[in-house]
Structure formats: structure tokens, C-alpha cells
């Protein structure tokens, strides 16, 4: 019996000593950049027109994550993206719903995407917050600087990872010009121009026929009604980027728009992401020829169209501009200068989807776009439409977040929304 069971023991440990020859790690098993399905990330689409298409190819192309449902109010959209799903991933089980409530509701979805119109970011970012969902959420983050806000006190509270998409944020020519500036390559910065478009413009387009599959008084949600027109919601094959976003009440403009994109990188660089601008004044034809906004600095920033999309940061040392794809700098050399690693450098992304994949991940909160750094960007774009609206010059507090002497203007800082989705 005892040489039996030395036998057993010998032979139990060759076992283990065997196997841990041949026990291989995934990533070697599956190739270079595999990842094990059970090591992706569970994600749902709030809305499925053109921004969510782009999303939807970004974040299947880190090949870590799978994406499980997708909501939107019309449904030739949600079955048109679940082929598209499909397609990338051969049998994959991409559930769509008309109610995102449904989709959140979901135990085995970790994250969702959020790209509907900017008058609905605010009610789907707080009601996935409270449903324990991680967030990316388009940008600009809301209408009013109230909505934002509501948003960042949501993430917080119920401690979720957040990535606004700003995802010029994880590009390089943007993060050079942001470290150059950070540096003083430039001297300080006294003044910068920011090309983007006007404000919003009334609502005037003519009521059209409604698709049958539709919903669209879903797809106002928290606004009071406006009538369909196929500009407002375009079926998706239509080259036609939708239009909300230029009338007042469903979108902020191209202030708003592209305002949100180049005001961010003007905050980036000035280390604004927790802070603001403590006067905005609108266009007077004297003082002020174009919008202008003031920091506690000194530094002055105008909006004008010069039509290029770009942000212009003038030094006493140097300038630069920096658009998609393109930077250049005076002096010239600025341009490929090595930031050192005992430099001032920002948070490093050069992927905008890993960057929040990672944070989900690792729950580090750390992420180059958080809530708080889209509900600043998107503030300074709400602010610059209420000098436009009443036209008069307004100082702002930046800590409390209010305007100083001025209820009328206060009043416009959150909009009217209906109960059922009010934040």
C-alpha cells in the first residue's frame, strides 16, 4: 500500500509539473493582439444614425469589446447597425430595443456609447450612471450648463468611468501644441482665435410626413414638440448629417458643435479643465468685434469664421495653430520639439477608445476627456450663446458656476424639460 501511494504522489506531481510546461497564456494561444471574449467589454449603443456608425467601427476596431444591444427610436437604424455588427463579427448576438431604459436594464452590459442628439445627453448619461454603466458620451455635453452638470454630479455619485468625445484629445498634433503652450515655448499666452461657425438659429423647418417605424415623440424626449423633418433625423444611408444641432433648443450651433472640439483644446491648454472664462462679450461692433471671452489671466479668446476649423494661441514668444492633421508654429522648429520627460506633459492617449476602455478596466477614473472636462467645455459654449441671446456683456464665477448681478442671464444657465425626464 505505501509503495502505491508514493507511486500516486510521483505520479500526481509529474502531472502538474507537465502541465505547467505547456499551460500557455491567451495572448500567445489566440496570436498577437488576441483577447479573450470573456476579457472584452459589454457595451450598448444609445442611438444608431452616422456618429454612432463612426463609433461603432472605432470600437470594434480595438478588438475589445462586443457590442450587445443597441437603442434608438427608429428602428430602420437599429436593424441597419445590428447587420453592421453582425457583419464585423460573424455571429454575434446584437439585441436592439426602441426604449434605451430597456437596454439599461441589461445585467451583462458593462458600458454604452451615447450618441443621440445633444437634448438628450444629459437624461441618458444620469439614468446609466444610476444603472451602473460606464459612459462615453458625445459631445458637446449638453445644451445648458446646468444639464453638464447634473451629468458630472451623476458619474461621480455613483463612482462610473466617463470618456466626453473629444477625441481630438488623443490626436498628436493637439496634444503638441497643448504641451509647447503648457511648457511656455510660446511665452505666455495672451490671446486666442477659435474658428468655428455662429450660434443656434430658430426653429423653421416645415413638417413632413412621418415614417411609420418612428417613434418621434420619443425622439423629443425632454423638448416641448417640434414638427418631423427628415433634416432632423436622416435615415442613415442619406449622406445627410442631421440638422438638429443648428436650431435652438435641439442643438447649440456650430458654437456648440465645433465649438466644442476647439474651445476644449483652448482649455486644454490654458489648464482650464476645471475652470472657465470670468467674462463673455458678444459682438458690439467697437470693443468687441467678434464674441470674446476673458480669463482671470489676462488671456483673451475670440470666436470668428475664418472658415478653417481650427484654435490660433498667440504668444509673447511664439504662436501656433492647430487644426485636424495640421500644426504649425513660430518659431518653425516648435513644431517637432521633444517634450522632456521632466517637462509638463498631459494625460497620454493616442487611441480615444482604449483610453476609456482602460479606465473601465483598471477603474483609475483617469481618462484624457472626463465629465468634469466636458461639462467645463461644454459650459464655455452655453456661456458664449447666452451673450449672443442677450446680447450684452456677462461675468461669469467659475467656482460657483453662476453669473454675477445678472438673474435674467441665470435663468438661462438649465431650459425648461418634461418631468419624466428632467434632470
Not at 449638453?142 to 455613483?158: C, F, G, Y
Not at 503652450?181 to 412621418?210: C, H, M, T, W
Request: hydrophobic share 40%.
Amino acid at each position: 500500500m505505501k509503495q502505491a501511494n508514493t507511486s500516486r504522489r510521483k505520479f500526481l506531481r509529474n502531472a502538474a509539473a507537465l502541465s505547467a510546461v505547456f499551460i500557455l497564456p491567451r495572448h500567445v494561444l489566440g496570436g498577437k493582439g488576441f483577447l479573450a471574449p470573456s476579457d472584452r467589454i459589454n457595451i450598448g449603443f444609445i442611438a444608431a444614425g452616422h456618429q454612432a456608425a463612426g463609433l461603432r467601427s472605432s470600437f470594434l476596431a480595438t478588438n475589445e469589446v462586443e457590442i450587445l444591444a443597441v437603442a434608438d427610436v427608429y428602428k430602420r437604424k437599429v436593424d441597419e447597425f445590428i447587420k453592421a455588427v453582425k457583419e464585423k463579427r460573424s455571429g454575434a448576438d446584437c439585441k436592439g430595443y426602441e426604449d434605451f431604459r430597456e437596454l439599461l436594464q441589461r445585467k451583462d452590459i458593462d458600458a454604452v456609447v451615447i450618441s443621440t442628439p445633444d437634448h438628450w445627453h444629459a437624461p441618458a448619461t444620469v439614468m446609466a450612471a444610476a444603472a451602473g454603466k460606464d459612459i462615453y458620451c458625445e459631445k458637446p455635453l449638453a445644451l445648458t450648463v446646468k444639464e453638464s452638470r447634473a451629468m458630472v454630479e451623476a458619474v461621480r455619485k455613483h463612482k462610473r468611468m466617463f470618456q466626453t468625445g473629444s477625441m481630438q484629445r488623443s490626436a498628436p498634433e493637439f496634444r503638441q501644441g497643448v504641451e509647447l503652450i503648457r511648457n511656455g515655448y510660446i511665452g505666455d499666452v495672451k490671446e486666442i482665435k477659435v474658428s468655428v461657425g455662429p450660434g443656434p438659429k430658430p426653429f423653421d423647418l416645415q413638417a413632413e410626413p412621418l415614417p411609420a417605424d418612428l417613434n418621434w415623440e420619443f425622439w423629443l424626449g425632454p423638448n416641448d414638440y417640434v414638427p418631423y423633418n427628415n433634416k432632423l433625423n436622416p435615415y442613415p444611408s442619406n449622406a445627410l448629417w442631421a440638422e438638429w444641432r443648428y436650431y435652438k433648443g435641439l442643438g447649440g450651433g456650430f458654437q456648440a458643435d465645433w465649438g466644442a472640439h476647439m474651445y476644449d483644446i483652448a482649455q486644454w491648454a490654458l489648464d482650464m479643465d476645471g475652470s472657465g472664462p470670468v467674462a463673455i462679450y458678444p459682438p458690439d461692433g467697437k470693443d468687441h468685434p467678434f464674441l470674446t471671452y476673458t480669463y482671470a489671466n489676462g488671456v483673451t479668446m475670440t470666436q470668428h469664421d475664418i472658415g478653417r476649423k481650427n484654435v490660433e494661441f498667440i504668444g509673447t514668444k511664439g504662436s501656433l495653430v492647430i487644426e485636424r492633421g495640421r500644426l504649425e508654429t513660430t518659431p518653425a522648429e516648435l513644431k517637432t520639439r521633444v517634450i522632456g520627460g521632466n517637462e509638463k506633459r498631459v494625460h497620454f492617449s493616442d487611441n480615444h477608445y482604449k483610453d476609456f476602455l482602460n479606465a473601465v478596466r483598471s477603474r483609475s477614473g483617469k481618462v484624457v476627456a472626463d465629465a468634469e472636462t466636458g461639462h467645463r467645455t461644454s459650459s464655455v459654449c452655453a456661456l458664449g450663446n447666452i451673450a449672443y441671446e442677450l446680447n450684452r456683456p456677462l461675468k461669469w464665477d467659475p467656482a460657483k458656476e453662476r453669473f454675477l448681478g445678472d438673474k435674467e442671464a441665470d435663468q438661462l444657465l438649465f431650459r425648461k424639460m418634461k418631468k419624466e425626464w428632467a434632470v
